[in-house]
C-alpha cells in the first residue's frame, strides 16, 4: 500500500446481521468525527463498498465466526493493510 | 482494547472492542485508524479532543450526572454558558445518550439572517419567495427523529418566536409557502451566554417561549470555576498533537501555573486556540512561560521568535472580549487588594463606585477569604447581594 488516502476514502463499513444496533454503532463513530460511516449485512458488503476502499471494517457481535473469517479473508485480497475491528459481547 | 493478529490471517491488524463501547476506547482505535491518513487535519483532532467533557472537577461531574438523567427524557432542556463553555458538547452529549435514532442538527440562530431563518429552520415549497427555485427541507424536518439544538436563542427574532413557540405546542411544521402542516418528532434543546430572564424584562424574549424551553435547566460552568480541569485539558490536547502529528512539546510548571492563574474569558474555546498556537510556534521542545501569548504572558516578558504582539482572538464580540478582559483585570486587583474594593480602586485608577458598578454588572464577588475590617464582605451595603 503506502499510497496516501484522500478523505473520499475515509469510509468506515460496519458489517453487522442487526441494523438496528449497527445504527446505534454508526451514530457513536460519526460522533467521534467519522466522516462516512456505513451499515451493511454480511452477505453485501462487498457490493455496499463498490470499488472503494473502506478505512476500516467494523464487524460487530452478531456475525458469525465463520461469516467473520470469510470477511477477513476477502479482505485481505483488497488490501491487507485495512483495519479490523471485531466487537464482541462483555465477557466474551 | 486488544491488537492482534490472528493465526489464520497473520497480515491482519485486528483490534477487539467489548460492547457496551468505552467512548475513549473506541476513540483509542479510531485514532488509530485516521493515524494512517496524513491528510487528516490537526484542527479536526483538537477539536474531537475538545468535543469530549474532559474533566473531573465537581462541577463537570455534575454536567454528566445530568445529562445522564435528562438524555432519556424527551424534555426541552435550556444550557446556559458563557461563550467557548462547550455547549454544543454537552448538547451533543444529550442527543448521544438519548437513544434517539435521528440526526443531532445545531443551528446558530445568532449567525442566520433574521430573513432566512424561518426557512432554514422550517424549509420553504418552490416559488415561496423570490430565490426560491426549489423545496427546500429545513432543519427541523432534517433533524426527525432526532434533536436540535437551537443555538443563541437569545439573539432569535421576536417574529420567530412566535412561530418557534406554535412549534414547539404542536409538534408540526409548515415550510415557508406551503399550507401543510408537518409532523416531526424533535427533541428540542436550545442554549445561549446571555441571560433570558434580562430579555424577558425588556420584552426582548418570550416569557411563554422561554418556559417552553427552559424545562430543564443546565449550567456549563467557565473555565475558571472549574482551574482544576486545566491541567487535564491541556494534558489531553497535548496528547493527541503528541499521537498524531509528532508535535511532541511539554509545558513547565510555571507556564503550567499561568495557565491555571489566567482566567479564560473565551473558555475552553481558547484554550484550544493557545495550545494550537504554542503547537504551531514550537514543535518540539518545553514551552516555557515566556513562550506563552499576551494577555497569559505577563506585559513586558519576551515572545517566542516572529511573534507579533496580539491578543487571542475567540470567537466571541469585540463588546465580550472587552468585557472578559475587565473581569480579568477586577479579579487580579480584588486578589491584589485582598478583597479591599476602595484598594483594589486605586489599582486599577477608577472610583469606587465605578468598580462597585462593574461588579455588581458582572457579578464579581470579592474575594471570599478576604480579611480585615475594611474587606468588602457583608460589611459593605454598596457591593452585591452575593458578597
Not at chain 2, 408540526?172 to 424577558?200: F, K, M, S
Not at chain 2, 418556559?211 to 475558571?224: M, Q, S
Amino acid at each position: 500500500m503506502g499510497e496516501t488516502l484522500s478523505t473520499a476514502d475515509r469510509v468506515i463499513l460496519v458489517i453487522d446481521e442487526r441494523t438496528d444496533r449497527a445504527s446505534a454503532l454508526k451514530e457513536m463513530i460519526e460522533f467521534m468525527d467519522a466522516p462516512e460511516v456505513r451499515v451493511t449485512n454480511p452477505s453485501e458488503w462487498r457490493v455496499s463498498l463498490g470499488a472503494q476502499r473502506p478505512a476500516a471494517i467494523f464487524l460487530t457481535e452478531t456475525i458469525s465466526e465463520s461469516h467473520a473469517d470469510t470477511i477477513v479473508s476477502e479482505l485481505g485480497e483488497i488490501d491487507p493493510n485495512i483495519p479490523i475491528v471485531m466487537l464482541s459481547d462483555d465477557g466474551d | 482494547m486488544v491488537t492482534e493478529a490472528t493465526t489464520a490471517h497473520p497480515w491482519a491488524k485486528i483490534y477487539r472492542l467489548k460492547q457496551p463501547l468505552q467512548i475513549d476506547e473506541l476513540g483509542d482505535v479510531l485514532d488509530e485508524i485516521w493515524a494512517q491518513h496524513s491528510s487528516h487535519r490537526r484542527q479536526n483532532r483538537i477539536d474531537r479532543a475538545s468535543a469530549r467533557l474532559v474533566g473531573q472537577s465537581p462541577s463537570m461531574q455534575a454536567i454528566r450526572r445530568a445529562i445522564e438523567k435528562v438524555a432519556p427524557s424527551n424534555a426541552n432542556v435550556m444550557i446556559r454558558g458563557e461563550s467557548g463553555t462547550g455547549k454544543e458538547v454537552v448538547a451533543r452529549e444529550i442527543h448521544r445518550q438519548s437513544g434517539r435514532r435521528g440526526e443531532f442538527v445545531a443551528v446558530n440562530c445568532g449567525a442566520i439572517p433574521d430573513k432566512l431563518l424561518e426557512s432554514e429552520l422550517f424549509g420553504h415549497e418552490r416559488g415561496a419567495f423570490t430565490d426560491a427555485a426549489g423545496r427546500r427541507i429545513g432543519e427541523f424536518e432534517r433533524a426527525d427523529g432526532g434533536t436540535i439544538l437551537l443555538d443563541e436563542i437569545g439573539d432569535m427574532p421576536a417574529s420567530m418566536q412566535v412561530k418557534l413557540l406554535r412549534v414547539l405546542q404542536e409538534r408540526c411544521i409548515e415550510r415557508v409557502g406551503g399550507t401543510t402542516p408537518i409532523p416531526v418528532d424533535v427533541r428540542v434543546l436550545a442554549a445561549t451566554h446571555r441571560d433570558l430572564h434580562q430579555l424577558i424584562d425588556r420584552e426582548e424574549f418570550r416569557e411563554d417561549l422561554f418556559y417552553r424551553l427552559n424545562v430543564i435547566p443546565l449550567e456549563v460552568p467557565p473555565l475558571r470555576d472549574r482551574k482544576d480541569d486545566i491541567e487535564r485539558l491541556v494534558d489531553e490536547f497535548l496528547s493527541r498533537l503528541r499521537d498524531e502529528h509528532r508535535v511532541s512539546i511539554s509545558l513547565t510548571a510555571d507556564a503550567m501555573r499561568r495557565l491555571t492563574d489566567y482566567d479564560w474569558p473565551g473558555n475552553v474555546r481558547e484554550l484550544v486556540n493557545v495550545i494550537e498556537r504554542l503547537s504551531v510556534l514550537k514543535t518540539h521542545g518545553t514551552v516555557s512561560a515566556n513562550d506563552l501569548p499576551p494577555p497569559i504572558r505577563p506585559v513586558g516578558e519576551t515572545a517566542l521568535p516572529g511573534e507579533q504582539p496580539s491578543i487571542q482572538l475567540v470567537d466571541t464580540s469585540l463588546k465580550q472580549h472587552l468585557a472578559g478582559i475587565e473581569i480579568s483585570l477586577i479579579r487580579t486587583a480584588l486578589t491584589q487588594s485582598n478583597g479591599v474594593v476602595a484598594r483594589a480602586a486605586e489599582l486599577l485608577r477608577v472610583g469606587r463606585t465605578t468598580l462597585v458598578e462593574k461588579m455588581r454588572r458582572y457579578d464579581i464577588p470579592a474575594q471570599p477569604e478576604a480579611a480585615g475590617e475594611d474587606a468588602a464582605t457583608s460589611t459593605d451595603p454598596d457591593l452585591p447581594s452575593k458578597l
